[in-house]
Structure formats: C-alpha cells, structure tokens
C-alpha cells in the first residue's frame, strides 16, 4: 500500500508552503489510487515542543486543511480530542524504542548543561570549526550533574550515507559530517527526529514528501532505521517557496513590514502603543529592536497603525478573500509542472496528472499577480451557489458587514460583481455601503455634487425616485431612473451626482441595481443628505 503522510508542528498557523506539501502528499496518494493501487493520505500533529505547541494552532491547521479540500484517510478529528495521531498522545510508544537502543549501545545519556554546551560551541566557532557532539570528542561530560537533567543522544554510526532522492537524485553525507543527535529532551519528550522515525514505521508510511530545508535530516533519521533493524522509507524533497525577488517566503515578512509601518509613524511612544494593542512594552521593544519576529506581536500592532501585512499563512489568503480551489491549484504549480502550458485545472485532472517526475529541483516562484489572476477566472467560472458558499467562508474568518447578509442579498451582490471581482474581499470592501453609511469621496462630491448642477440633479433625482409608487423593484423604477439619467443637456450628467450620493464614491455597480438593493429609505436619505453638502 502507497502511504504518503502530511506531519504539521502546531507552533503557529500553516504555511502556504506546508499547504502544498499537503497538496503534494494528498496528490500522489490520490494519483496511486486512480491508478488502481490501495492508497492512504495520513496526517499526524507532531506536539512535542512542549513551549510552543498550542491545541488552538492544531485546530487552526485542521480547519485549514479541511477548507482546502484535503481530507485525510487516517489522522486526528476536526472539533474532536486529541487521538493517537498527536505525537504527544504516543509517549509510551517511544520509550518503548528508546529503552531498545539505550540496551543495544546506539544511544547514551549525556550530561552537559545549557551553559556548557555553549562554551562548546564557542570553542568550535574560535578555531572555526562546525560543531558536532560526537560521542568520541574530548571534554564531553561522561557523569550526572547536580540540577542538569540529561538528554539521550543517538550513537551515529560515523559512516558515508549515501541516498537517491526521488527528487534530487544521490545525495552523500560523508562521515565527518555526522554528529550524535538528541532523540530525548532533558523534559523526557522525544525530539522530532526520534519521534518521526517511529511513527513514520509503525504507520506504514512508504513515501515521506516534505521540503528541501529537511534533507539533511534524512541521513540522520537513515541512522535511526538501520539501527533499529527498519527499511528506509523512499523520500522526495521538495523545492521551497520563494517570493519573485528570490527571497524565502517567510512569515517574518510580517514583522518586517509592521516595523516599517510603525516606524513610518516617525513616533516610539511605546507606552501608548501597548495601550492600544495590548502588547506589552518589553515585547514591543523586543519586536522594534528585532529581537523578536513574533507573528502574533506583529499582527497585533499592524492593527493599530493600519499596516497591510503580506499573506503568508493559508489563514491570511482566505482573509484575503481568494476561493480555495484557486488557491489549491495555485500552489500545486509552484514547483510543478503538469507538462505544456496547462494552468486552470480542476482537482480532478491535478490526480491525474500528477508525478514527482514533473516537480522542479529548485525553488519554486510565489507570483501574487498571477494568484489574483487566476482567483478571478475562478470567480468569473463559478456558480453562484459555490461563491455564496465562498462568501460565507469568508464571512467566518473576517470582520465584514457580509456577515449578517442574507443569501438573497448576496446573490444580488455577486450578480453585480461577479465579472468584475478578484477576490471575495475586493466585493466585500466595495459593497460596504450597503450595509454602512458611505465614507464620501471629498474630491467626487466637489466635483459631482458641488458643482457641474449635482444639487440640482440631486434634488430632482430625490423627486423622481421618491414619486415611484408601489414596491421597490427594478421594473417599478425603471423609468424614474430613465428620467434621472436624461436630467440635463447631455444624457447620463446627473448619474455621477446620484452615484456619489448613494455610494460615497464615483465608482459602483449599475446605478439601477444599486439602488434597488439599497432600498427606498437608504437611497432617498443618502440623496438628502449629499444635497445639503
């Protein structure tokens, strides 16, 4: 059986590059099973990090998965408890292993404590030299210490270890490259290196997809399998994602760009900004003097002084407003070409299509201009009962007045901007006023209102569409807004004073349609009130 697994720490929101690992994994499982071979897709919590592991950022990248549209076959329930597929949950699992290679001399207890093995690194830096713990180095500690909890490290066979990449081809590490890993942390929690070997065996999986940056693991997870009798499941490392100026697409950008912005505001009153965010002082310190890279801290104070922050995380793409399948079929060419110059292409014809012979070697390009692209050819393509789905979404991860839309309201507004939208938050930041009192455009009311007649347009619009008797439709007003447009010597001169009035601004849907969907009451006190301006 084919088995490819997607393994997230939950230390923070998913990487857009994660989701594509994701992707990846879920591909070539679903492409085995087109094929006629039995198939799973596993997703695994890997929780160990005691610190920074939150059951918050483990549900977060569920609900992302799911709205993706990667179901997994074996792995945690979203909304349910942690289960045997969250690394913390399989502790006995582990000592199980760790007892085996402790009795059979391939691991060892060692004893430094933090603050020497710092003065080891230091020593290594001066003669410039790598540093590797290594069971045979002089000056290791070979005893307990008062206070200093050990750790257990692997005895690494020093080796060349050779291994062909589905990906990279051959790949050899030469044996003075190796050094003696900690497979348990002195808070008796397995490391990541540990813990991956064993669950990667005892879960079956076949074919481990993840990105370029663990290749070098690999040979030492190599050594834990042979030490502990296993096969070598077969590995592909993928290309990293890089932005179009060929720097790592990196959730730092965040804190970059929050930094720029409050130093743009030319103020370092830090008491007031902690005020305003709830971050503390000292974490705002930290974080201005690049300390800190906090994702959180950043988000929390790009709110305050209104910093567009770069999306980074699946979470912020569909803040952003961009549909899932777009986004899904985006990131499946970062890296990978399914051959000609195909682009659109359903979840379908991704399975198969899909091969690790068509992944690239190097980086692949994030190109947000191509995402927006291609997020509006979705738009344009899709049903309307899918983009009020969508919108709904969307409406759950943002604070937007299309929350409390009904569907028939948001089927009128995706008529009127459906062929026009890029993304969902596009819509939903143009149509606010709809549902909020519009913010005027000071420069369109002197030009539409207070001059060029727009009082005197605005005044006769106001009679001629308060005059329409019965219900408020498009059919009952079609031919007061007629006359509205033929007010003046040139046809359509009082349309930009009745937009302005009713929509703050000089752009908008059709004049007709707008106004139906505002209603009587909104239209004709918005067209008062720009009047009296």
């Known amino acids: 059986m084919t088995k490819t697994r997607f393994a997230p720490s939950p230390t923070g929101f998913l990487h857009v590059g994660g989701a594509r690992t994701a992707l990846y994994c879920w591909l070539f499982a679903e492409n085995a099973r087109r094929a006629g071979k039995p198939a799973k897709f596993i997703l695994r919590i890997e929780d160990t990090d005691q610190v920074r592991s939150t059951a918050e950022s483990a549900a977060g990248i569920l609900n992302d998965l799911q709205w993706l549209g990667l179901s997994w076959d074996e792995g945690p329930t979203v909304g349910g408890t942690k289960n045997s597929y969250f690394q913390s949950e399989r502790l006995p699992i582990y000592d199980q292993y760790l007892k085996e290679l402790l009795a059979r001399g391939h691991a060892y207890e060692a004893y430094e404590s933090a603050a020497q093995l710092a003065e080891m690194r230091k ?3 001066a003669a410039k030299k790598p540093f590797r713990y290594r069971r045979d180095m002089p000056g290791r500690v070979t005893a307990p210490q008062p206070d200093v909890s050990p750790v257990v490290r692997f005895a ?4 060349d270890i050779t291994h062909h990449d589905l990906i990279l081809g051959d790949v050899t590490v030469k044996a003075d490259e190796h050094d003696d890993i900690v497979i348990r942390k002195s808070d008796g929690f397995p490391t990541y290196h540990f813990a991956v070997v064993i669950d990667d065996h005892l879960m079956g999986v076949t074919h481990v997809l993840r990105a370029q940056e663990h290749l070098m693991n690999t040979f030492k997870h190599i050594g834990l399998y042979r030490a502990l009798g296993w096969d070598v499941p077969a590995h592909a490392h993928l290309p990293l994602v890089f932005n179009m100026d060929n720097s790592k697409m990196s959730k730092r950008e965040k804190a970059k760009a929050t930094r720029a ?7 370092k009153d830090w008491a007031a900004l902690s005020a305003k965010s709830g971050v503390a002082i000292a974490d705002i310190e930290a974080f201005m003097s690049k300390k800190s890279d906090a994702v959180e801290i950043a988000v929390k104070l790009a ?12 979470q912020d793409f569909r803040r952003s407003g961009y549909l899932a399948d777009a986004l899904v079929n985006f990131i499946a060419l970062v890296g990978w070409s ?8 359903t979840r379908d014809e991704m399975i198969g299509l899909f091969s690790l012979e068509g992944i690239q070697k190097t980086s692949g390009r994030f190109d947000r201009k191509k995402l927006a692209w291609m997020n509006g050819e979705y738009i344009r393509k899709s049903s309307i009962d899918t983009l009020v789905a969508a919108v709904k979404s969307f ?9 409390n839309a009904d569907d028939a309201t948001i089927r009128e507004l995706l008529a009127m901007y459906q062929e026009r939208m890029v993304t969902i938050a596009e819509m939903a930041d143009n149509a606010r006023f709809f549902f909020e009192e519009p913010v005027y455009d000071a420069k369109a009311v002197d030009k ?8 005197e347009f605005l005044t006769k619009s106001h009679e001629l569409l308060g005059a329409v008797p019965g219900p408020w439709t498009k059919d009952n007003l079609n031919a007061a807004m007629e006359a509205v447009l033929n007010l003046g010597d040139k046809r359509g001169a009082a349309a930009q004073a009745l937009r302005v009035a009713v929509t703050g601004g000089p752009i908008s849907p059709p004049l007709l349609e707008t106004v139906v969907l505002l209603g009587r009451e909104k239209t004709l006190a918005r067209i008062e009130k720009a009047a009296a301006m």
């Open 261 to 267: 912005a409050i130093q743009a505001t030319g103020s």
């Open 303 to 314: 709110a305050v002084v209104n910093a567009k922050l770069p999306e980074i995380d699946v």
């Open 156 to 159: 690494m066979p020093y080796e």
């Open 338 to 345: 399914p051959g000609g110059d195909r682009e659109i292409m």
């Open 448 to 455: 539409h209102v207070r001059n060029n007649n727009g009082k």
């Open 395 to 403: 409406s759950v991860v943002t604070d937007t007045p299309l929350r």
């Open 123 to 125: 020593a290594a830096e």
